[in-house]
């Protein structure tokens, strides 16, 4: 069973990173219960691209950028990759951020010197520790989600307006509803993850011994094995973030804070509501999640920008093989890191990280489908052979985040 988990767990997880937790963290406090519909609607559509983007990595043996350049122009992969490195540097500052203000407030000391510290210890251990250890080590890291189910446990919710809120949509068309609705959206379906899920079933599929023997075609049986592994990350992801919202809408809103700015003001909000116990597992998870997250990110961008300048990259590769690969892991965490540093106001961070994400995920969702749908170019590339409903499912992802990043622009909005 362990080793049906696989990187569509890791995934899963690395969705809910701290700029995660403090999206929807803000969602419950502000909005209550309002917005937990969306985690149930946005499933399908999750499990759909990151399927394509495994099945694109496990087929091909290559990750999501070298994919993209073979099938189409190259200046749409140039874009592609400059979005997605953009979106991730920010991302993991927002990370790194909120892992140092978690520690500072259980322990104090310096916000900044924490988050150096962190992503130094990524850095460190994405170097130092072969793929197929390091994979191992990042599924058991995934079971610090459940503090998040736990803690929701520890204070009292009233469960029967929680699941009417859950079926029964009350969305009102407000600047403010529509902001956190295209951040939602923008935290759960992130570009780098179909990235990183690319590049580690490609990591994979090299690894595996029965893939030397497969057909040329995706076969039923690793399709359900990928399948299966992915459904798993994203329910969990969404289980997640949905305790998340329920246990801030129970505790902060129920008590009229509705202004969240980071994760970390999350969990300090909880101390003086839900007490000491809530308070520490919410903010151990902030740091246990960074921790998860944060090579996810700087890894994927690696990945893309590897394959799109052909250097030589694998995490499974020691470092004396690949120094360009984790020169380009090491640059991107720590240039994160230094960004904790400047004087950006948290909240607009966290907001433009979420923004920045769904408006990349468009063209980027547009692009890999495009890669899946289109006939190989040689005898030696091969095609995705993926199932129809998962190709509509994909598209429908695309025109899901079309719709929600377009309707910023609308008068009055």
């Known amino acids: ?10 995934t899963g997880a690395a969705d809910d ?8 963290s803000q969602a419950g406090a502000q909005f209550g219960y309002t917005f937990t519909w969306t985690l149930f609607l946005t499933l399908p559509f999750m499990v759909a691209v990151q399927t394509v983007s495994a099945c694109i990595g ?5 990750g999501l950028a070298a994919n993209i350049g073979k099938q189409l122009p190259r200046p749409i992969l140039m874009m592609v990759v400059a979005l997605l490195v953009i979106a991730n540097t920010v991302n993991i500052a927002a990370d790194l951020a909120a892992m140092g203000e978690a520690l500072t407030l259980v322990i104090g000391g310096y916000t900044f010197l924490y988050a150096f510290l962190f992503g130094l210890l990524c850095v460190v251990a ?12 990042l599924k058991i890291t995934t079971f610090v989600l459940f503090i998040y189910v736990a803690t929701a446990f520890t204070i009292k919710v009233p469960w029967a307006e929680v699941i009417r809120s859950a079926f029964i949509p009350d969305f009102s068309f407000s600047r403010d509803a529509f902001l956190m609705l295209v951040a939602v959206f923008g935290t759960t379906i992130s570009p780098y993850l179909f990235f990183w899920q690319a590049g580690q079933e490609a990591e994979e599929s090299r690894l595996s011994y029965r893939h030397k023997h497969r057909r040329k075609k995706l076969s039923g049986s690793e399709l359900r094995h990928i399948s299966i592994d992915t459904w798993i990350g ?8 949905f305790f998340i919202m329920v246990t801030t809408a129970a505790t902060l809103h129920s008590a009229g804070v509705t202004n969240i700015q980071t994760a970390a003001q999350a969990a300090e909000a ?9 308070f520490l597992l919410f903010g151990a998870g902030i740091i246990g ?10 890894g994927s961008a690696a990945y893309a920008v590897a394959e799109t300048f052909g250097i030589r990259g694998s995490l499974e590769l020691p470092v004396s093989r690949a120094i360009g690969f984790y020169a380009l892991i090491g640059t991107a965490t720590l240039a994160g890191a230094i960004l904790t540093a400047t004087r950006i106001d948290p909240i607009a961070m966290l907001f433009w990280a979420a923004v920045i994400n769904g408006v990349t995920a468009v063209p980027i969702i547009v692009a890999m489908m495009l890669v899946a749908g289109k006939r190989p170019k040689g005898r030696k590339t091969e095609r995705v052979a993926l199932p129809r409903w998962l190709r509509w499912l994909g598209w429908a ?17």
């Open 58 to 62: 496990w087929s091909t043996k290559s």
């Open 17 to 24: 990173d701290p700029s995660g937790i403090a999206t929807y």
């Open 126 to 137: 994405e170097v130092l520790i072969p793929y197929h250890r390091y994979a191992g080590y």
């Open 270 to 278: 909880l101390r003086p509501l839900a007490g000491e116990l809530t």
């Open 289 to 298: 999640t960074g921790m998860l997250a944060v090579p996810v990110l700087a």
């Open 1 to 10: 069973m362990w080793n049906v988990f696989g990187p569509g767990l890791v």
């Open 397 to 413: 992802t695309a025109a899901l985040m079309a719709l929600a990043t377009a309707g910023l622009a609308l008068p009055g909005f």
């Open 234 to 241: 994203m329910i969990v992801s969404n289980v997640v973030a």
